[in-house]
C-alpha cells in the first residue's frame, strides 16, 4: 500500500515551492519524489497515482493543490493557499499579469491562445464580472476567497 496521505503532503510541499508550475507529469513526478526521498514509491506507481482524478479532487479539497493536464498534455501544478496577510492579498490584487486575457489572475500560467477554453471570468461580491480577471477553474476559488476577503474589509 501507497501512503497516499504522504505524497499528498509532499505534492502540497512542491506547490507551494514552486507556486505555479506547468511541465509534462513525468517532471511533477521527479520533484515529488525527490521531495520524499527514501519514502517515495516507484515512479511508475507515483505517476499512475498522480494521474488520477481522484487523486486531483482530494489534493484540491484538502490540501489546497490544484494538479492536472493542460492543452498539450503539460500539467499544471498550482499551490492554491491564499495569501495569509491583507497586505499580501492587496500586493496580489493590485498587480495584473502581463497578458491580462490570456493568463490566470491566481496562479498566472499563460494559456496563450487556448485561453478561452481554460479560462473563466471573475465575478464580485454583486455577482458581476471582474474586468480584466480570468482563472482557470482550479483557480477560480482561492482567487474569490481572496478578493471576498479583501472586499468585506474594505467595505
Ligand atoms: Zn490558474
Known amino acids: ?5 504522504l505524497i499528498n503532503r509532499h505534492v502540497a510541499a512542491v506547490a507551494i515551492q514552486f507556486g505555479a508550475y ?3 507529469l513525468e517532471s511533477i513526478v521527479k520533484y515529488v519524489a525527490m521531495s ?3 519514502d517515495a514509491p516507484d515512479m511508475a506507481r507515483l505517476l499512475n497515482y498522480l494521474a488520477k482524478a481522484e487523486t486531483h479532487d482530494e489534493l484540491a479539497a484538502n490540501y489546497e493543490v490544484g494538479l492536472w493536464c493542460g492543452p498539450g498534455r503539460i500539467w499544471r501544478l498550482v499551490s492554491l493557499s491564499t495569501p495569509p496577510t491583507l497586505e499580501a492579498i492587496e500586493h ?6 502581463d497578458s491580462v486575457s490570456t493568463q490566470c489572475a491566481w496562479c498566472l500560467i499563460d494559456e ?24 482557470h477553474r482550479q483557480c477560480f476559488k482561492p482567487f474569490t476567497v481572496m478578493l471576498q476577503q479583501y472586499e468585506r474589509v474594505k467595505k
Open 1 to 5: 500500500m501507497m501512503n497516499t496521505a
Open 22 to 24: 506547468a511541465t509534462p
Open 36 to 38: 520524499m526521498g527514501d
Open 92 to 97: 496580489r490584487l493590485n498587480s495584473y499579469p
Open 112 to 135: 496563450k491562445n487556448h485561453y478561452a477554453t481554460e479560462l473563466i471570468k471573475v465575478f464580485d461580491l454583486h455577482n458581476k464580472p471582474i474586468h480584466r480577471r480570468v482563472v
